[in-house]
């Protein structure tokens, strides 16, 4: 099992930039491709982005494409997620997700939530117009 913790939200200004972490406890992050997801107030939850197991691919959904950068340090268990340009509508709670996956699964990302089996509390990220 891993547990997950967010840390980096915040009240920010349109146009500001923020990151996220994400880390994870034990010793096997590196096995456990990771995402973040986000979900605004009635809205469902929906994905931000992506990471395999060692880095090496990355996805982003198209409404962050460009502005925002889902990244990892396994040698600190952190999964991070760099946020430029913040918008008011990227307004939610941010939640990273962990997915424990085989050598065979090493460049694989995952966009679903049903994908992913772990869970962070969450953070609160609030952009102001």
């Known amino acids: 099992q891993v547990q997950l913790v967010e840390s980096g939200g915040g009240l920010v200004q349109a146009g500001d930039s923020l990151r996220l972490s994400c880390t994870a406890s034990g010793r096997t992050f590196s096995t456990y491709a990771m995402g973040w997801f986000r979900q605004a107030p009635g809205k469902e939850r929906e994905f931000v982005g992506g990471i395999s197991r060692i880095g090496g691919n990355t996805a982003h959904a198209d409404s962050v494409k460009g502005r925002f950068t889902i990244s990892r340090d396994n040698a600190k268990n952190t999964a991070y997620l760099q946020m430029n340009s913040l918008k008011p509508e990227d307004t939610a709670i941010y939640y990273c997700?962990?997915?424990?996956?085989?050598?065979?699964?090493?460049?694989?990302?995952?966009?679903?939530?049903?994908?992913?089996?772990?869970w962070g509390q969450g953070t609160q990220i609030t952009v102001s117009s």
């Open positions: 997700a962990a997915r424990s996956t085989s050598t065979f699964d090493t460049y694989v990302y995952y966009t679903r939530s049903s994908d992913y089996s772990y």
